[in-house]
């Protein structure tokens, strides 16, 4: 699987969106754009995911560049329960020989009422 | 309510101790999967199931055990070998092993301290 890079920490206030980027320049053409995030002390829970096309679901959007070398997670109105570590993670059409996910340290994300 | 269940929540063992966790899913998803996460780390695989009575190695299986007798449970055993075992054990599972579009679903983790 390819590599992502995102920041360590991110602040944001309560109620205002919240954009979380992830770069991924040697993402390959059958490469899929998974995002998870961590709660405190819980396990990881899917967030979205997309190939191409800019995705919306009841969580989040996500916008995926036109090169498909970067993505951006948003929230658009962040509440004091979106404060959680967010993995960006990129998964291959072909699957891995585990079909495990990848994760790296992601972006912590504070949210300030 | 479909969904992981771990147990315990929390568990302490002295040194030299085996210890198993209980893993249990009952979304009917083939493939399961135990990781291990320290402090301000991600998720590193111990090993993996695709279907009943077969399981893999992960990337730092050394000091750990499963088993797959049944579809629903995937338990984990820290064996005395496992020369730091102090960490937050998460069990997950899928309905597939490695689609490009599979989410995994996770447990709520037991947090394993050795004493």
């Known amino acids: 699987d390819a590599k992502t890079t995102q920041p360590n920490s991110m602040e944001s206030n309560e109620e205002e969106p919240v954009h979380l980027p992830c770069n991924h320049s040697?993402?390959?053409?059958?490469?899929?754009i998974h995002w998870y995030r961590q709660l405190p002390s819980q396990g990881p829970e899917y967030v979205i995911h997309?190939?191409?096309s800019n995705v919306n679901n009841r969580m989040a959007s996500l916008a995926i560049a036109e090169d498909r070398k970067s993505s951006t997670l948003i929230l658009h109105r962040a509440t004091l329960r979106d404060a959680a570590v967010y993995y960006c993670?990129?998964?291959?059409?072909?699957?891995?020989?585990?079909?495990?996910?990848?994760f790296g340290k992601g972006t912590k994300l504070s949210v300030k009422p | 309510d479909g969904g992981i269940t771990q147990s315990p929540k929390y568990l302490f063992r002295k040194e030299g101790q085996n210890v198993t966790l209980s893993c249990e899913q009952n979304l009917n998803h083939d493939a399961m999967y135990w990781y291990r996460q320290d402090p301000g780390q991600g998720l590193r695989l111990i090993y993996y199931?695709?279907?009943?009575?077969?399981?893999q190695k992960g990337d730092i299986a050394e000091g750990y055990s499963v088993s797959r007798e049944k579809k629903e449970s995937f338990p984990l055993t820290v064996t005395s070998a496992q020369k730091n075992p102090t960490a937050f054990y998460l069990c997950?599972?899928?309905?597939?092993?490695?689609?490009?579009?599979?989410?995994?679903?996770f447990g709520p983790g037991t947090r394993l301290t050795v004493l």
């Open positions: 040697t993402i390959s053409g059958t490469d899929y």
């Open positions: 199931s695709q279907i009943v009575n077969d399981f």
């Open positions: 993670i990129l998964r291959s059409y072909y699957g891995g020989s585990q079909g495990n996910l990848i």
């Open positions: 997309g190939l191409t």
């Open positions: 997950a599972s899928s309905i597939l092993a490695g689609g490009a579009t599979d989410t995994q679903y």
